[in-house]
């Protein structure tokens, strides 16, 4: 990573930093008729997203939610502690 990219990458906050990881999560979820929103991350690192169309009430969404994003998200920000499904 180039001193400009270590920069730019300190100046976001962890919100848009997790956001850019869900918008290169985004379209495998979508190609399956679903989406996902990011709603917040929490003082405590936990980001919490709302799933939308064919993701509610699938029986994988746990998996995609923990093996999917989760692992995305906490492998590229390692500040974050969990994601968890919200209303």
């Known amino acids: 990573m180039s001193q400009d990219e270590t920069a730019n990458q300190d100046a976001m906050t962890i919100y848009d930093r997790v956001e850019q990881v869900i918008e290169r999560i985004r379209p495998a979820v979508q190609s399956d008729g679903g989406d996902l929103e990011l709603v917040n991350v929490t003082d405590e690192g936990v980001v919490q997203v709302r ?6 009430g699938c029986p994988s969404s746990s998996m ?24």
């Open 64 to 87: 995609t939610l923990h093996m999917g994003i989760e692992r995305n998200v906490r492998e590229k920000i390692p500040e974050v502690t969990g994601v968890e499904q919200v209303s």
């Open 51 to 56: 799933l939308h169309g064919a993701c509610i």
